[in-house]
């Protein structure tokens, strides 16, 4: 019999695994929404793979709901193989945001540059600013704050510092919450294999009672 500790520890492990699907599928469906900054921090391809990660893990939750009734080791074991990869693509998304943020100043002055000029604009009466990394940099006129060539190079300010201080807090909130998946994943493995081998040393019990005839050592 697994004891009620060892039971405790994997089902929070389990429904820490469901929280983390429902987590990065929630909210890769809500940043979505028409957001000026979050749309310029996220591309509909970031946020697939989110919807992605979210479901993988999901699926793995279900996966564990069946075979943890099951009798014998075979459905856990797969169940372990399952959350190996899930590290894996974890480890894969986590890794593209870091790298990503080393040179976020680059990275979004190409994100800024591919935006229309509409949208360009929208940004820069937001955060007050005037073209990217200067006043004739990627910079879209229209508005109130950038109304003309003048405007920019009076007001002096430029939206490579405002927009990356928001990308570099949320990127940075986004990267600690995926190792926090880690290590949902490892304790989950962890448990997991803790179970199959109370599960093992049981069924070899059993098979040990089956050639005395049926009588137990306890």
Request: glycine share 8%.
């Amino acid at each position: 019999m697994l004891s009620k500790k060892l039971i405790g520890a994997w089902a929070f492990f389990d429904i820490c695994l469901m929280a983390a699907g429902v987590l990065s599928l929630t909210l890769s469906i809500v940043w979505r929404q028409p957001n000026l900054l979050l749309n310029l921090t996220f591309s509909g391809v970031n946020l697939t793979a989110g919807s992605v990660l979210g479901i993988t893990l999901l699926a793995t939750f279900v996966l564990s709901l069946l075979v943890i009734i099951q009798r014998g080791t075979l459905g856990l074991k797969i169940l372990n193989w399952v959350l190996l990869a899930n590290s894996i693509a974890i480890l894969f998304v986590g890794t593209y945001i870091w790298v990503f943020t080393l040179h976020e100043r680059n990275n979004y002055h190409a994100v800024f540059g591919q935006q229309s000029n509409e949208t360009k604009i929208l940004i820069q009466d937001m955060l007050k600013c005037c073209g990217y990394f200067n006043a004739a940099d990627e910079v879209a006129f229209g508005g109130t704050t950038c109304p003309d060539q003048a405007a920019a190079t009076i007001l002096n300010n430029f939206c490579v510092t405002p927009i990356t201080k928001f990308t570099d807090s949320t990127l940075n909130n986004v990267f600690s919450t995926v190792d926090g998946f880690m290590a949902i994943v490892i304790g989950f493995f962890l448990a997991n294999m803790c179970v199959i081998k109370k599960r093992q040393e049981f069924e070899r019990f059993e098979k040990i009672d089956s050639k005395r005839g049926g009588h137990s050592f306890f």
